[in-house]
């Protein structure tokens, strides 16, 4: 007999999604697989890595730790819903301004994990920036750039709330 499948509904990235999963079914998986979200990369599939992180209801959680029916009416951002439309977050150009990335393979996570610290802490130290990346392992980069582009993302982010002003 096939395990039961879950109709569950997220809003994903600002879209209201509906699928069937069972439920089993990691938030990856779903993502990647059912609702045909790539940009969430899996790594270790264990948590570690933080290749699989986006954001539920604001927060970083690991897709590959989470199953896809505790995510059922509850805000999911990808990376792909970072983005304003065709102009990236200030978190992304950052990344890119400042080489925070070289294979890539672990920049969705980083972007979406840094996009939240940001939120909590608009002007992090040093410190603060190294402590909220470090549940994101990168094997290329060495960690220079990343921390140099959460910075760089910080004074973008303030310059912007200044024009808005």
Known sequence: M?????????????????????????????????????GTHVG???????????????????SCLTFAVTADGHEITTVEGLADGARMSPVQRAFAECHGLQCGFCTPGFLCTVTALLRENPAPTEEEVLEGVSGNLCRCTGYQNIVK????????????RVEEA
């Open 2 to 38: 096939g395990e039961t499948a879950h109709e569950i509904a997220l809003t994903v990235n600002g879209v209201v999604r509906r699928t069937r999963v069972p439920g089993r079914r990691l938030l990856s998986d779903c993502l990647r697989h059912d609702l045909g979200l790539t």
């Open 44 to 62: 270790c599939e264990h948590g570690v890595c933080g290749c699989c992180t986006v954001l539920m209801d604001g927060e970083p959680v690991r």
């Open 149 to 160: 582009a959460v910075h760089r993302a910080a004074e973008i982010m303030a310059e912007e």
